[in-house]
């Protein structure tokens, strides 16, 4: 079955630097779009950041622009996101989708979800 694992959270000072990885399984990953999204406490869940299967389209939301750099490496089945000067309000659950087809960013859109990994951002 598809699977998808994140790693990489963790907490960090205000201003430090993450990088999340997710490990995919049980599907053909270049024929899928990836994304990240996150969630915080009492709040909805929210689009981060996208790749294509190629990894030449790269779409971000404003607030990490700059910032955040998503990656893959179709060869590891796995997707990047690297996160640079981080702010507390970055503190989240941070999930990896599959999306078979383009890149989008609503989060229902995406067929297949890990299971999330923590980033908690201290200030």
């Known amino acids: 079955q598809v699977q998808l694992v994140e790693s990489g959270g963790g907490l960090v000072q205000a201003g430090g630097s993450l990088r999340l990885s997710c490990a995919a399984s049980?599907?053909?990953?270049?024929?899928?779009?990836m994304g990240w999204f996150r969630q915080a406490p009492g709040k909805e869940r929210e689009f981060v950041a996208a790749i294509s299967w190629s990894g030449d389209y790269k779409r971000y939301v404003d607030p990490v622009k700059g910032r955040f750099t998503i990656s893959r490496d179709n060869a590891k089945n796995t997707v990047y996101l690297q996160m640079n000067s981080l702010k507390p309000e970055d503190t989240a659950v941070y999930y990896c989708?599959?999306?078979?087809?383009?890149?989008?960013?609503?989060?229902?859109?995406?067929?297949?979800w890990g299971q999330g990994t923590q980033v908690t951002v201290s200030s």
């Open positions: 989708a599959a999306r078979r087809g383009t890149v989008g960013s609503s989060w229902p859109s995406y067929d297949y």
């Open positions: 049980g599907l053909t990953f270049s024929f899928y779009a």
